[in-house]
């Protein structure tokens, strides 16, 4: 391995600008190459500035990629099916042993994070921050079996914090990926990296996120995956060239704060949870369609309106990423378009996941979402991206049209809040060592 003076050597001499293109210059542009080789180059040198590692002490570049929801909103903790992707927007690391029982993060633009080996224990004091995240990620590579050591990394990120591209899934891919390499001799395939990042959100952070999230950014490219049974998820490639069809994928920030939603998400699988008891079962992948429906007025007087909805929602959205697949496969981008239209539909007025309940002054994804219709008029397609009710949504946009949507989302939104994105071929992953 090289150490971090060999590696910025060669990254320089663009001994790595094969990797780097693959991962940052999906347009085929030199200047995309040429910014992901400086960035690659400063995140050697900061952590070489900020940990000065030993001169002989191995060291190599890390990527964990944010990644994309494009079909199957909310069905993943229902174990139902889901269309997702990565994208080149990422999380990028470079890291070093240091020789010590600890694990020293420093993230561009945030306190510097320390976590002792020794107690992996789960800290209620650290649930719903990065510390949980990395001692949940580091607590289950040890219950899988391996010796854990100490390391350094110093991480920049174009996933920004609430972007709707799931940072902590980035997050928790990129430091999977360092310990796969320097504790476990790279014997983690990327569905268990994936397992792990869920395991570390789950019971650590305190989030109880389904596992679409963590498998999009692990494994890679555009996937269709069915979560029927979540311990053996079945996945397949979905290979369709957006560009090929005319079309760019955009993803739009409405500029609204994810602080205090934590009930919000919480209480789309707990409703659903009321629904799926009065069947016995222990997720809606388990009902039937006419099970659900001969069952609502019962349904309504137990669980609510609201949580029969939401059930009629992952029902129809759980089918739904079927026809999508299929359309995608045959060719038929016009009726994949119309599926996504329907899907931000009933995300909208069954979901319900737009809003914050009792939310009257602010609902900037409400806003976000009647604009970019308004924009793209019958023209491509949009909908609300990921957990909803903040963050952002996400539109199919022809390609002539880009330059003015772009723009007339950023006149109300704000400049830099709307991202034209790739479906990345390669999850999370080392880059270069």
């Not at 890679?220 to 049974?229: E, H, K, S, V, Y």
């Not at 992952?314 to 599926?339: C, I, W």
Request: aromatic content about 6%.
């Amino acid at each position: 391995m090289r150490s971090c003076h060999t590696l910025l050597s060669s990254l320089r001499a663009g001994e790595h600008d094969k990797a780097l293109a693959a991962l940052y210059a999906l347009d085929g542009a030199q200047n995309s190459l040429d910014r992901a080789r400086d960035r690659a180059c400063r995140v050697v040198q900061s952590l070489m500035d900020t940990f000065s590692p030993a001169e002989n002490a191995p060291a190599a570049l890390f990527s964990g990629p944010g990644r994309t929801e494009i079909g199957g909103n909310h069905t993943d903790h229902q174990h139902g099916r889901v269309l997702c992707g990565s994208v080149d927007m990422d999380m990028l690391a470079c890291a070093a042993p240091n020789r010590k029982n600890i694990i020293r993060i420093q993230s561009e633009g945030y306190p510097a994070l320390e976590i002792g080996l020794d107690d992996l224990s789960v800290r209620e004091e650290e649930k719903n921050t990065s510390a949980a995240l990395v001692r949940g990620v580091a607590a289950r590579v040890r219950e899988l079996g391996f010796t854990l050591a100490g390391f350094d990394t110093c991480v920049t990120s174009t996933v920004l914090s609430g972007s709707g591209l799931s940072s902590s899934a980035a997050y928790e891919t990129l430091v999977g990926n360092i310990f796969n390499h320097f504790c476990c001799e790279d014997k983690l395939d990327p569905v268990t990296i994936a397992k792990i990042g869920q395991y570390a959100e789950n019971v650590y952070f305190g989030k109880p996120c389904g596992l679409m999230d963590q498998m999009g950014s692990s494994v890679g490219g555009m996937l269709t995956i069915d979560f029927a049974a979540p311990g053996a998820p079945v996945i397949e490639k979905v290979d369709f060239d957006l560009t090929a069809a005319g079309y760019a994928l955009c993803i739009i920030d409405s500029g609204a704060d994810h602080a205090d939603l934590t009930d919000e998400y919480a209480a789309v699988p707990n409703e659903l949870k009321g629904i799926c008891a009065h069947f016995g079962r222990s997720v809606l992948r388990e009902v039937s369609g006419p099970e659900l429906f001969a069952a609502l007025p019962e349904l309504r007087r137990e669980c609510g309106d609201r949580a029969v909805l939401r059930a009629i929602h992952v029902y129809h959205e759980n089918h739904r990423v079927e026809t999508q697949v299929a359309a995608l496969r045959r060719g038929d981008f016009d009726f994949f378009l119309s599926e996504v239209r329907e899907s931000g539909l009933s995300s909208w007025r069954y979901l319900q996941n737009i809003v914050p309940t009792g939310a009257v002054r602010h609902q900037e994804m409400a806003v976000a979402l009647a604009l970019a219709e308004d924009t793209l008029d019958t023209a491509g397609a949009c909908r609300v991206h990921g957990g909803g009710f903040a963050g952002t949504i996400q539109a199919f946009v022809p390609l002539e049209m880009v330059d003015n949507f772009k723009a007339r989302m950023e006149r109300v939104l704000g400049e830099g809040k709307c991202h034209v994105l790739h479906i990345r071929p390669q999850g999370g992953c080392m880059v270069a060592e």
